[in-house]
């Protein structure tokens, strides 16, 4: 069974930080591209992070440049996305996608095979 499980997320403080994890079960990530994306309440959902198959491309929404990084850990089946300086705009519930592609990544929800439930992110004083 394909499986897609984030965790991490939680309450944290304006500048504080997260790491949110997207654990990968019953198919190898060696052939998937893996997306981050968020929905914050009354917004479209919209892509945050993407990494490569191999981890070779990376691309970041502009708001998150300089602020996340994604990362993946193939042996292990899991992505990650460190967020630091994390602002009260990016409160969200943060998903994780698969996307059945060798070469780069990307940001489109359409492309998207297969997706995890979510986990909410809110940052707040």
């Known amino acids: 069974q394909l499986q897609l499980v984030e965790s991490g997320g939680g309450l944290v403080q304006p500048g504080g930080s997260l790491r949110l994890s997207c654990a990968i079960s019953?198919?190898?990530?060696?052939?998937?591209?893996i997306s981050w994306f968020r929905q914050a309440p009354g917004k479209e959902r919209e892509g945050v992070s993407c990494?490569?198959?191999?981890?070779?491309?990376?691309n970041y929404a502009d708001s998150v440049k300089g602020r996340f990084t994604i990362s993946r850990d193939n042996a292990k089946n899991t992505v990650y996305l460190q967020m630091n300086s994390l602002k009260p705009e990016d409160t969200a519930v943060y998903y994780c996608?698969?996307?059945?592609?060798?070469?780069?990544?990307?940001?489109?929800?359409?492309?998207?095979?297969?997706w995890g439930k979510g986990t909410l992110v809110t940052v707040s004083s």
């Open positions: 996608a698969a996307d059945r592609r060798i070469l780069n990544c990307g940001l489109n929800d359409y492309d998207m095979d297969y």
């Open positions: 019953g198919f190898t990530l060696d052939y998937y591209a």
């Open positions: 990494i490569s198959s191999r981890g070779g491309s990376r």
